[in-house]
C-alpha cells in the first residue's frame, strides 16, 4: 500500500520500491548494492528516499534484483492492469471456430497471456502445434480433450492442466455444449 507521504514524494516511492522487492527476493543491501556496482550507504540512502539515483544506478538496481528499469518508472493503471469482464471483446480467425477474448494486456513487455476461449460444440481437434514456453489450461464450463504426445486427456470444469508447449498437444470440446476455457501461456497467435 502506498502512504501519502510516498504520494508527495518520488523519492521515497522509488526506494520503498526498490525495498519492497529486495527484501521480497531475500537479498542483502550488501549483495543487490556490489550487483548493482553501487555502494552499500548509497543504496540505503536510495531506499528511504533520501537520494535519487541516475539512469544508470537504477538500471544496475534493477539488474541486480532481475527486472527492468520500468518496475520502478512505471505505475500501474487501470488500463494496463485490469480486465473489466464487460469490456472482453471476441474474435475469431477463418481457420477456426472458437471465439477468443484477450484477458491480459500485452503492452510493456509482459511474459504471459491470459485468453478467454468460447468452443462450439462438436468442434473438431486443432491442428497439433508445438511452439517455445508453456501453457496452463482452466475449464470453466464444459468438456476439453487435452492431447499430449499422443496421449488424451479429458478435462471437465473446474481441472486445469499446465504442460510445456514443446509437447506435440491439441485440443477439443468433447462436450454437446459449448466449452469455455482460460488460456495462459507465452503470448503467440492461435
Known amino acids: 500500500m502506498v502512504s501519502t507521504l510516498e504520494k ?3 523519492a521515497l516511492a522509488l526506494g520503498s520500491k ?3 522487492l529486495r527484501q521480497r527476493l531475500k537479498r542483502t543491501l550488501d549483495d543487490t548494492a556490489s550487483a548493482a556496482g553501487i555502494s552499500k550507504p548509497f543504496l540505503s540512502q536510495v531506499e528511504r528516499g533520501l537520494a535519487s539515483p541516475s539512469i544508470t544506478s537504477l538500471a544496475g538496481i534493477a539488474h541486480a534484483l532481475g527486472v527492468k528499469v520500468q518496475y520502478f518508472v512505471d505505475t500501474p493503471s487501470e488500463e494496463r492492469s485490469v480486465c473489466r ?9 477463418a481457420d477456426s471456430a472458437n471465439l477468443f477474448a484477450r484477458m491480459t494486456n500485452l503492452s510493456g513487455g509482459r511474459q504471459l497471456e491470459a485468453i478467454l476461449v468460447k468452443m462450439p460444440p462438436g468442434q473438431k481437434r486443432s491442428e497439433v502445434t508445438t ?8 475449464v470453466i464450463a464444459g468438456e476439453v480433450s487435452l492431447t499430449l ?6 478435462l471437465h470444469a473446474g481441472d486445469s492442466a499446465h504442460y510445456e508447449s514443446t509437447v506435440p498437444h491439441s485440443w477439443a470440446n468433447t462436450a454437446r455444449a459449448e466449452s469455455t476455457v482460460v488460456w495462459v501461456g507465452t503470448p503467440r497467435l492461435f
Open 131 to 138: 511452439h517455445a514456453g508453456e501453457e496452463f489450461l482452466y
Open 85 to 93: 469482464g464487460d469490456q472482453l471483446k471476441f474474435f475469431g480467425f
Open 18 to 20: 526498490i525495498r519492497a
Open 8 to 10: 508527495k514524494d518520488p
Open 149 to 154: 504426445e499422443g496421449k488424451t486427456f479429458v
